[in-house]
């Protein structure tokens, strides 16, 4: 076997490597947070007044993970996760109203109301995805990675799921391929306790998740995902490592989810007051906050700008969702195959 | 004012419980504060606040059962509206309004089945040109090599395929020609090679993915239907998924049960998905330049006792068979016998011992079964009035059982008899030679159902 481990693995939550940045670009990092929670809160609210239907996942804890990591590509690199896939979608650039008026199933929707939450795609901005099978967009978010490799463009795919998808075959079939072939992947484990209801204790018989791409030669830490900084930070050595021909590179981001798992969670498999703790110790916006005001990097006016001017950004991205039209009849039949062009 | 409503936390419920207030009359209310905490006989969710104000009302207590989805249940004021705390009065439970009841459904005409069909392509016209005698396998390395001159997105992945040139021998030479980077042999590991070429054709590469066997491709079902054939249609068209998927399929020889079944009819049942199961060599090259010129997923079944038969081939490499056309193998009277993949074999064998017996059978090719050339097989109907379907596979929910429904319902009264399904045995396939002679449909059993569609 040609690969052997190039680094030894190392978890360093508690010795987060933070990375540097300007004020105005923690401003950034709070805003684009809180772009993602606020739209959440407002697609469980819609969710709960019937506007939204069916499965609906929301990534409201889990923020800084994808913030910090698409702080840290470059335009061109490609994006691809499961299906708690909304803030991965704004993070992206995606437009919030084209979002929202998907979930509520509209003709403006991203996928014109045919995919809804779990199935949006913008190939302008380089998002694959918005999958629903637990462990597919592995091997997928691979394939996004072999492409960039064939045509040496430079570019790396970053794909994303959960520590429960860690349990699935195809992960390790990925990262066998991705090591072998050094494929330019950073899978980013978001590893938020659980899957649905099962905890990884009682999941998963090794509970080091990173330590588990170890065996292929591929590098790997754990991070503190509830600190954008430490996110950024990984993500940005991640990522140059890929780009360099390196080959693939595992990122376990240790976040929490503060919701159910979907809209419709018995809550029974973990107490309260963990939620809360996570929500009151380690919340990913309010450490962001706290960093602004006590450095002097921003005063609660400027804070306050920022939240009244994300809060109008989802008034109308939840207007628009449910103004526009559904789908026309029509839309059923179209989009199931491509035309052969001559 | 705003008014605060009881939210559903599934799409089916009507009422819960308001298991407990987290904010009092007269709090301050920030988005994303924790409100009250609504309860069902299945779930209990947190309910956060979305807008910001004062909460100035509470309309419904802790512990109250039985509140309708969407009845208001407090009030928020906003910043300068008068905060007017009132004590909390009980509602009393409502009929619950179901908040996802689907709209009434219009009266339309009964629905279409499929897609309004796209105007079928013209069938390729009859080859005069110079010809080559080729075998199958000789045909689609032909192929595959033709497409990877002309585009240099495409390339070839799968077990074996590169140094040891294919487990059957069909991609003799493509190493050398294209080099590792565009012939790349795998680790068996057929569920993410199978999701790793969807990737990178989302990307806008031309994978063509090799199974070694249709067999093993079951471990990689789920990106073939879930991840290649939706993705188009679940993305409002913005994604593509240009895919081939090729290798054998159905029975090779002695192999037993796990080695041999046909998987025409579990993909021909995916929309999205492009099925395509040839017989002659010409068509082997002509339809697999088609499949990887395509941008849909094509699902391409060859058949291993095929790869040997040699046929002539038009030499032109623009030579292009278009998918969704049947090919009149020998025009007849008496009775339409439909095959495919190496089933035309077995029914031409059965239409010649049937030409001696007085009875003129059509044969017809499919070649295509996803999208499956209704067209031809009623037309051909409609002249001998009379159906036997030919597959591998077995007889329940096949491709046997589609046309016959089909024609049920385009040539009905065109029919002087119900039509008849040779298929394999409803059985695994087994390993003796006798049985397994007995399983796969042979000349005799087509003899036998055309004469008894023709009551003879
Ligand atoms: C193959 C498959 N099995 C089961 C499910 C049902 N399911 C949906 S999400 C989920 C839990 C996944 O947990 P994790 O990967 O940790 O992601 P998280 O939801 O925590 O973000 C399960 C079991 C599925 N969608 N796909
Ligand atoms: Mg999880």
């Known amino acids: 076997m040609a690969v052997a481990a190039k680094r030894k693995p190392k978890s360093r939550p508690d010795e987060p490597v933070e990375a540097e940045v300007s004020a105005e670009k923690l401003l950034d990092l709070y805003r684009a947070m809180l772009l993602i929670r606020r739209f959440e809160e407002k697609a469980g609210q819609m969710y709960g007044m019937g506007l939204i239907g069916g499965f609906c996942h929301l990534y409201i804890g889990e923020e800084a993970v994808v913030t910090g990591a698409m702080a840290a590509v470059e335009p061109g690199d490609t994006v691809i996760t499961a299906y708690r896939d909304h803030g991965h979608m704004l993070a992206c650039g995606m437009d919030p109203k084209g979002v929202m008026a998907e979930l509520t199933g509209r003709r403006t929707g991203y996928s014109h109301g045919k995919g809804g939450s779990m199935h949006m795609f913008s190939r302008e901005k380089n998002f694959f995805g918005g999958h629903g099978i637990v462990g597919a967009c592995v091997p997928l978010g691979t394939g996004l990675g072999f492409a960039h490799h064939y045509r040496d463009n430079k570019r790396v795919s970053l794909t994303f799921f959960g520590d429960g998808a860690m349990n699935q075959g195809q992960v390790y079939e990925s990262f066998n391929m991705a090591a072998l072939w050094k494929l330019p992947v950073v899978y980013i484990i978001e590893n938020n306790r659980y899957g649905m209801g099962t905890s990884i204790a009682r999941s998963s018989a090794s509970p080091n998740l990173f330590g588990r791409a170890a065996p292929f030669g591929i590098p790997g830490h754990q991070i503190d995902g509830m600190n954008v900084l430490a996110v950024i930070a990984a993500v940005q050595e991640a990522v140059e490592y890929a780009r360099s021909g390196k080959g693939p590179y595992v990122l376990e981001m240790l976040t929490y989810r503060y919701r159910g798992h979907s809209m419709s969670d018995p809550a029974k498999y973990r107490s309260k007051d963990e939620v809360s703790r996570m929500r009151q110790e380690h919340d990913p916006i309010d450490q962001v906050r706290k960093r602004l005001i006590d450095g002097g990097l921003a005063d609660e006016n400027r804070l306050k700008e920022i939240d009244n001017a994300v809060k109008a950004q989802i008034t109308e991205a939840a207007d628009f969702a449910q103004q526009s039209p559904e789908p026309d009849p029509s839309e059923l039949w179209t989009d199931v195959y491509g035309e052969v062009s001559a | ?156 992945i799968g077990e074996e395929v590169a140094e040891y040139q294919g487990a059957y021998k069909v991609s003799q030479g493509l190493l050398a020609e294209f080099g590792a980077r565009r012939v790349i042999d795998t680790p068996i590991s057929e569920h993410a090679f199978a999701g790793l070429g969807v990737g990178a054709a989302m990307a806008g590469l031309r994978p063509i993915v090799e199974f070694m066997t249709w067999n093993f491709a079951m471990q990689a079902v789920d990106q073939l239907v879930n991840s290649a054939a939706k993705t188009r249609y679940m993305s409002g068209g913005q994604m593509s998924c240009p895919i081939v998927f090729r290798g054998p399929n159905g029975a090779a020889a002695r192999v037993a049960a796990q080695h041999s ?196």
């Open chain 2, 1 to 156: 004012m705003v008014d605060i409503l009881m939210p559903a936390l599934s799409p089916t419920m009507t009422e819960g419980k308001l298991a407990k207030w987290h904010k009092q009359v007269g709090d301050a209310i920030k988005a994303g504060d924790v409100l009250a905490e609504i309860e069902t006989d299945k779930a209990t969710m947190e309910f956060e606040a979305v807008d910001e104000g004062t909460l100035s009302e509470i309309l419904v207590p802790e512990g109250s059962e039985h509140i309708a989805v969407n009845a208001p249940i407090a009030r928020i004021a906003g910043e300068g509206e008068p905060a007017k705390p009132a004590a909390a009065k009980p509602v009393a439970p409502q009929p619950a309004a179901n908040p996802a009841a689907p709209p009434p459904a219009p009266k339309a005409p009964p629905q279409a089945a499929s897609a309004p069909l796209a105007p079928r392509l013209a069938a390729e016209s009859e080859w005069t040109g110079p010809s080559t005698t080729l075998t199958v396998r000789d045909a689609l390395r032909d192929a595959m090599a033709e497409e990877m001159r002309r585009d240099g997105d495409v390339f070839l």
């Open chain 2, 261 to 456: 079944q046909d998987y025409a009819s579990w993909y021909a049942h995916v929309p999205g998905l492009k099925v395509i199961a040839p017989y002659t060599a010409a068509d082997h090259k002509g339809l697999l330049k088609a499949a990887i010129r395509d941008p849909n997923p094509v699902i391409f079944l060859e058949n291993e006792i095929l790869y040997g038969a040699s046929f002539p081939v038009p030499s032109d490499p623009d030579y292009i068979v278009p998918i969704g056309r049947a090919r009149i193998v020998r025009p007849g009277e008496h009775v339409t016998i439909t095959a495919y993949s190496r089933m035309v074999e077995v029914a031409e064998r059965a239409a010649d011992a049937l030409a001696g017996e007085g009875i003129s059978a059509e044969v017809i090719d499919l070649r295509t079964l996803r999208p499956l050339d209704i067209e031809t097989i009623v037309d051909s109907v409609k002249k001998t009035n009379r159906l036997v379907s030919v597959e591998e596979g077995w007889a329940f929910a096949g491709i046997g059982a589609e046309i016959a429904a089909q024609i049920m319902e385009h040539a009905f009264d065109w029919l002087d008899a119900p039509p008849a399904r040779v298929a394999g045995k409803d059985v695994p396939m087994p390993y003796a030679a006798n049985l397994e002679h007995l399983a796969l449909p042979q000349p005799d059993d087509i003899v036998a159902a055309a004469k008894a569609v023709g009551y003879r």
